[in-house]
């Protein structure tokens, strides 16, 4: 009550602040027409007295009518002054909180404000009620949607964030009789049972997890949790060993990885690097006769490109002129973006190019070279000579 009061009041202080001006401008306007019409009759009467020259007289009057023309608003005549200016204003007054309320319906959180206006007292600076008013919302959605997938699955997490493990079992609970051969519900379940520990949660965890690994063998986060249980049962070797599987598939998911990584190295073991799957080696040297075309301190830039698809690089690997000629490596861990590296193509070629600007886009005046077409089945190693420029 009080929140709507409040916006009651500040809705006619609102209209007050944008009826005063207009009124009284209005009221200034018709003043100075009364003194005009008055300044008339008081010059008639002079006239009539003999107090004015009846030779001046007829200049003196017309000077004065101007100026009550002058005194008339510009849009209306002097019979339409208040009409014209009051339905506008009426209009304007009458809409605007019309407009504001409803934007606020739609934009806003009205039952944020009827919330409020049932606890006046609650601090909403406060995290904790900011957290206890969001899962409450959720909980409603659920007692009207029941079947809502998306909102059991964020109510779990936040009970879990929240250190009430029985609230988040029993939702992770109701995601699985949704989704009850989902991996994403079933390990979310055993992250929540973990959570609430107890011999009797363990073991429905553990079933859990070796369930989703009987459908999906290389989910990552399955063998983690795999491992943690191995860990418990006292048996380090296997869960690193685990965990180092785990690694292989955890892909471009960073946050994983960096989990997994600390899991190993807290278990005393050590993060192993994952052998490139397709690696060829490259020699380069620059032409005689181009030699005085390059300074010591030109970018070299040296790229493994697909025959057929993207122009990005499948590999790319960045040296000045000074180091030439110099044999590098490129493999499938270089690629620039995810599914496009040496493992992911069956042909490519290499280039290496000597840029006068410093940056990988080519230019005129650049200084490159160009391998054949390459077999990634058998290319092991390819020499490139710099040997031209570009138009």
């Not at 009207?144 to 079992?169: C, F, I, N």
């Not at 060829?280 to 005085?292: D, F, H, Q, R």
């Not at 490109?305 to 499938?332: F, K, Q, W, Y």
């Not at 620039?336 to 493992?343: C, D, Q, T, Y």
Request: net charge negative.
């Amino acid at each position: 009550m009080n929140f709507w009061l409040a916006l009651a009041a500040l809705t006619a202080l609102a209209l007050a602040l944008l009826w005063l001006p207009l009124r009284r401008a209005q009221r200034d306007s018709a003043a100075a027409t009364d003194d005009q019409l008055r300044r008339l009759q008081e010059f008639d009467a002079e006239l009539a007295a003999g107090d004015i020259d009846a030779n001046i007289a007829p200049a003196l009057r017309a000077e004065l009518e101007r100026a009550v023309v002058d005194g008339l608003p510009a849009e209306a005549p002097v019979a339409t002054v208040n009409v014209a200016g009051r339905a506008p204003l009426a209009l304007l007054c009458l809409l605007a909180p019309l407009a504001a309320g409803g934007l606020y319906w739609q934009l806003g959180s009205p039952e944020l404000a009827t919330y409020s206006a049932a606890h006046p007292h609650t601090d909403w600076r406060d995290q904790a009620t900011s957290i206890d008013y969001f899962v409450g919302r959720v909980r409603e959605r659920l007692a009207k949607q029941p079947d809502d997938a998306d909102a059991w699955a964020l109510l779990a997490r936040t009970e879990m964030q929240l250190g009430h493990y029985s609230e988040a079992v029993s939702a992770a609970e109701s995601l699985n009789r949704l989704l009850p051969d989902h991996a994403g519900a079933m390990l979310l379940l055993v992250d929540a049972l973990l959570m609430a520990g107890g011999d009797e949660h363990r073991g429905r965890a553990l079933a859990l997890t070796g369930k989703v690994l009987s459908n999906e063998p290389n989910n990552p986060s399955a063998l983690v949790m795999k491992g943690l249980f191995e860990q418990q049962e006292g048996d380090t070797a296997t869960a690193l060993a685990t965990w180092q599987q785990a690694l292989g598939l955890a892909g471009q998911d960073s946050g994983l990885k960096s989990e997994i990584q600390q899991l190993i190295e807290r278990a005393g073991g050590s993060v192993q690097k994952a052998t490139p799957r397709v690696a060829v080696k490259v020699n380069v040297t620059l032409a005689p006769e181009l030699a005085a075309q390059a300074q010591p301190g030109d970018a070299v830039f040296i790229a493994a490109r697909a025959v057929d698809g993207p122009p990005m690089p499948l590999a790319v690997s960045r040296h000045t002129v000074a180091e030439l000629p110099l044999s590098i490596t490129l493999d499938d861990s270089m690629a620039m973006m995810p599914g496009h590296s040496l493992a992911d193509v069956q042909q490519f070629y290499v280039m290496a190019r000597i840029s006068k600007s410093g940056t990988a886009n080519a230019s005129s005046g650049d200084l490159e070279g160009k391998s054949s077409t390459l077999s990634v089945k058998d290319a092991a190693e390819v020499a490139i000579s710099i040997d031209h420029t570009l138009p």
